[in-house]
């Protein structure tokens, strides 16, 4: 089985060396996404929600491309500069996601590329063809 590599204009561009995401069959492993606008390629605002609702926005592109949706991610792996910004990543999350809800860790870190507050990678599973 071959490794397809997935790129859409409508997410922010890597800014390094890496995929947005890489497909295996029918599994999408998606590279972490940060607010960032891909027009312009800077942070959305300082504003938390903000920031996390830019990242769903920029995940949705990536698994449109890869020929899915968000709701077919399985697992997301959650990165926060402030972990008390917990409650209102629970609120947003709702928002983007029914259940049955994908697997998720939420990790505290000191910092994030480009000053950013919050990164989000993970896996999805799109519907097989068979």
Not at 20 to 40: D, M, N
Request: glycine share 6%.
């Amino acid at each position: 089985m071959s490794k397809v590599i997935i790129a859409t204009e409508k997410a922010p561009a890597a800014i390094g060396t890496y995929s947005q995401a890489v497909k295996i069959g029918t599994t999408v492993y998606l590279s972490g996404q940060i607010p960032l606008v891909p027009e312009t390629m800077e942070l959305v605002s300082q504003d938390f929600r903000e920031q996390a609702e830019q990242v769903f926005k920029n995940l949705t592109a990536v698994c449109t491309a890869a020929g899915g949706e968000l709701q077919d991610m399985v697992k997301l792996q959650i990165y926060l500069t402030d972990l008390d910004e917990f409650a209102v990543l629970n609120e947003v999350m709702a928002e983007h996601f029914t259940s049955p809800f994908p697997a998720r860790a939420a990790i505290g870190v000191k910092q994030l590329p480009k000053g950013a507050q919050i990164e989000i990678d993970g896996i999805l599973e799109l519907p097989s063809t068979d």
